[in-house]
């Protein structure tokens, strides 16, 4: 790096018309002659990145040639349909509703959330919400804990250091619901002969903020090398609806209201933005705590937590393992 002051402004795309281009190509590639699939299939969450990846195929592949799907569930915010639906009609491609709510009651995720829950707040019943958490993650080093978050009917909310045991249950819970939507999502590209788009942006993909075998697995992933201030960059360009581009980033998991940052990330994601970015290219920390006004201890600790959940996460980027190798890929 130079002795140039770091800011936002290194890490924006030069020229998006090149980049999409460039995108548009791969898409196309990857599309017709790697996969030899005939359009693309991806689920709608009224959010950003899922934005994105549509306007991106189907300037890639043709408007015809893509389809979105809306896959709400009981804990669905009524915001993520009716955004997703705008972004179908703005971009023009065709799209279908499926409520996978009762497929997630069939399989018990709902009653598995509370039953895990309930290991630690008793008496969780009917008409409660809630969420899971961590803590500040820029004050100590220290392992991070979760805690859920509980309302109670009359609105009252708690919170509750959860075990290790009813965290896992938590997570294995809701873990259906993006296992059960990409499972639908494989339905209809086998049904039409298209292949399936993974919608992470790179600090979901670097980071793992996916589900192994839910919206971790796809048949190609065109926005996972773009940070996420660059996938703002090309939603406006790509003409996205300013009320998806101004909505804060949430999970949509829980019955609570949730950001990325309390469940994942910790701090702004404009931010983590930055450390990602200037951890992948050599800034010195100082440097970016100037960018992030943060203190320099502070933007260590997040270059340090970058390295240890690159190394945690590993397991869900990695293939089924082999006792022999079998095959080679044909290139």
């Not at 796809?218 to 703002?232: M, N, R």
Request: hydrophobic letters at 40%.
């Amino acid at each position: 790096m130079t002795s140039k002051a770091f800011t936002s402004e290194d890490i924006k795309i030069a020229d998006p018309a090149k980049a999409v281009e460039q995108i548009h190509l791969a898409i196309r590639e990857q599309v017709f002659h790697v996969l030899k699939r005939k359009g693309a299939v991806l689920g709608l969450s009224g959010g950003i990145d899922s934005s994105v990846s549509a306007a991106l195929c189907a300037g890639a592949l043709g408007k015809d040639r893509v389809w979105g799907l809306f896959m709400p569930e009981q804990d669905s915010s009524g915001e993520s349909l009716r955004l997703g639906r705008l972004v179908a009609e703005t971009i023009g491609i065709r799209s279908s509703l499926e409520d996978i709510a009762p497929m997630l009651t069939a399989a018990g995720c709902y009653r598995r959330r509370d039953e895990a829950i309930r290991l630690v707040v008793p008496n969780y019943g009917e008409g409660f919400k809630c969420k899971i958490v961590l803590p500040n993650l820029l004050e100590s080093d220290q392992y991070p804990i979760y805690s859920v978050v509980v309302e109670s009917p009359d609105g009252k909310q708690s919170k509750t250091r959860l075990t290790s045991e009813a965290y896992l249950g938590i997570v294995a819970a809701t873990n259906f619901k993006q296992r059960v939507r990409r499972m639908m999502e494989y339905y209809y590209a086998d049904r039409l002969n298209f292949a399936v788009v993974g919608t992470p942006n790179r600090l979901e993909y670097d980071q793992g903020f996916f589900v192994k075998n839910g919206d971790g697995a796809a048949d190609f992933k065109p926005i996972a090398h773009l940070y996420k201030s660059q996938v703002y960059q090309l939603a406006a360009y790509l003409g996205i609806p300013e009320e998806v581009q101004s909505r804060p980033p949430t999970t949509d998991t829980y019955s609570l209201d949730q950001s990325q940052e309390e469940f994942y990330f910790a701090l702004p994601l404009a931010e983590f933005d930055l450390c990602l970015y200037g951890r992948n290219h050599g800034v010195p920390t100082e440097a970016v705590a100037v960018a992030i006004g943060r203190p320099t201890e502070q933007v260590e600790r997040v270059y340090r937590q970058i390295a240890s959940r690159r190394e945690a996460t590993r397991y869900l980027r990695m293939p089924a393992l082999l006792a022999e190798k079998v095959l080679e890929l044909e290139s």
